[in-house]
């Protein structure tokens, strides 16, 4: 009586594996699914709003802690120092206003020397020569500068020993355009 395509034996009770994963299969998704959702609405928010009340609770008990004392010792130095750097700045300000009235005074006495001197008759010639003889002579220069030639009399661009601007790689030969040698 032993048939190859009998079952389990019907005294043990017991079924094989596949068959209790395909009975059981949609129990464990479902018991999943509902244990994702209770885990991503329910404790995870529980969780972090527990942790901030924590927080707030740290917060005002260091707060309880600084007493007003610190504070306003803090306060004091922070308008000390404030104060200071006010000081500072209005010196710099008083300074900048000193160099700024230096200045126009020295610009207006130079309008003046020249409004002198267009009416004198010089035109826009100052009374310095020096200056003139400076410019006359850097004149002198540049005309015997001109005479002399910037370029290299041994300098060809077309033949390749020249600087290192002038490189060019060399010429592929072969396939590059298919073609062959």
């Given at each position: 009586?032993?048939?190859?395509?009998?079952?389990?034996?019907?005294?043990?009770?017991?079924?094989?594996?596949?068959?209790?994963?395909?009975?059981?299969?949609?129990?464990i998704v479902i018991?999943?699914?509902?244990?994702?959702?209770?885990?991503?609405?329910?404790?995870?928010?529980?969780?972090?709003?527990?942790?901030?009340?924590?927080?707030?609770?740290?917060?005002?008990?260091?707060?309880?802690?600084?007493?007003?004392?610190?504070?306003?010792?803090?306060?004091?130095?922070m308008l000390a120092?404030?104060?200071?750097?006010?000081?500072?700045?209005?010196?710099?300000?008083?300074?900048?206003?000193?160099?700024?009235?230096?200045?126009?005074?020295?610009?207006?006495?130079?309008?003046?020397?020249?409004?002198?001197?267009?009416?004198?008759?010089?035109?826009?010639?100052?009374?310095?020569?020096?200056?003139?003889?400076?410019?006359?002579?850097?004149?002198?220069?540049?005309?015997?500068?001109?005479?002399?030639?910037?370029?290299?009399?041994?300098?060809?661009?077309?033949?390749?020993?020249?600087?290192?601007?002038?490189?060019?790689?060399?010429?592929?030969?072969?396939?590059a355009r298919g073609?062959?040698?």
């Amino acid at each position: 009586m032993s048939d190859a395509n009998a079952g389990p034996e019907e005294g043990s009770g017991l079924l094989p594996f596949s068959e209790y994963f395909g009975i059981f299969c949609w129990l464990i998704v479902i018991i999943a699914g509902v244990g994702y959702y209770l885990w991503t609405k329910k404790v995870k928010t529980a969780i972090t709003n527990h942790q901030k009340f924590q927080y707030h609770q740290n917060a005002a008990a260091s707060a309880k802690k600084n007493d007003s004392a610190e504070a306003l010792a803090r306060n004091e130095q922070m308008l000390a120092a404030r104060a200071r750097m006010q000081e500072e700045y209005n010196v710099k300000v008083e300074s900048y206003i000193e160099k700024k009235k230096q200045q126009d005074e020295i610009k207006r006495q130079n309008d003046i020397i020249k409004l002198e001197n267009k009416l004198i008759g010089n035109g826009r010639r100052l009374h310095n020569t020096d200056t003139m003889d400076k410019t006359n002579k850097s004149k002198a220069n540049d005309k015997r500068n001109s005479n002399k030639s910037s370029f290299r009399d041994n300098f060809n661009p077309l033949s390749g020993s020249g600087g290192m601007s002038s490189y060019r790689p060399n010429r592929r030969l072969g396939g590059a355009r298919g073609g062959g040698g």
